[in-house]
């Protein structure tokens, strides 16, 4: 079985933070930013994000260019990429924004969550049991059996972890803004874990983007970094 193409995006501040402390998302990107990502939802099959981050920030999680639906329709696609989310407990409220925008959902969750999400969601997103807990590895073989190929991973701190910490990730896109956050108990990008090969492991750098004053860098972690 074939298993999507794993690219993480996420946008972070120059000392490694994604967000503040605040109740409000954060601004860390820029115009020209946010058009690229969403072209990069365009060519994506299936976008994840985290219940956690679902709840904290009620995104639509769309293709907001109409140009680029259309022509995700005219190449036999459907117009919006399947929506994607990951819950140990299942409890995700029906009314967030989430359910309600863009084409077909999907819910991972654990046996337990499974029937929480099941009666929550009823008529909203199909629910999948992966076992007692997540495992990311049989998330990525239920989607390449439904025939995604290419799966965009828009966080928060704990997904992005747990596919690094899994070897599953094959692509890192980060945008670097230019600004510090500086506030120790603020989100990273990622927590600590057990890393593949550890801190001595150097991803391979493909390419840097300057879009207006953010720089965005792209990483293949399954590729030595080392001449």
Known sequence: ????????????????????????????????????????????????????????????????????RAARVAAGRPEYPLKVTVTRSGDLAPDLNFWHHGGEKRVYTTDSGFPVASVALAGL??????????DFAALLDDLGALGIGRLMVEGGGHVHTAFLAAGLADEIRMAVAPMLI??????????????????????????????????????????????
């Open 1 to 68: 079985m074939i298993r999507p193409h794993v690219l993480l995006s996420v946008a972070v501040s120059v000392d490694g933070y994604i967000d503040d402390r605040g109740a409000e998302r954060f601004p860390l990107s820029n115009a020209e930013d946010f058009d690229h990502v969403d072209r990069l939802r365009a060519e994506s099959d299936a976008i994840l994000v985290g219940a956690e981050t679902i709840r904290r920030d009620n995104p639509r999680l769309l293709v907001n260019d109409p140009g680029r």
């Open 125 to 134: 997103a199909s629910v999948a049991a992966l076992g007692p807990a997540v």
């Open 182 to 227: 500086g506030q120790a108990a603020a989100p990273r990008f990622v927590r600590p874990a057990a890393f593949p090969g550890g801190p001595a492991r150097r991803f391979h750098l493909d390419g840097v983007e300057v879009l207006g004053d953010v720089a965005v860098l792209r990483y293949f972690p399954k590729r030595s970094g080392a001449s």
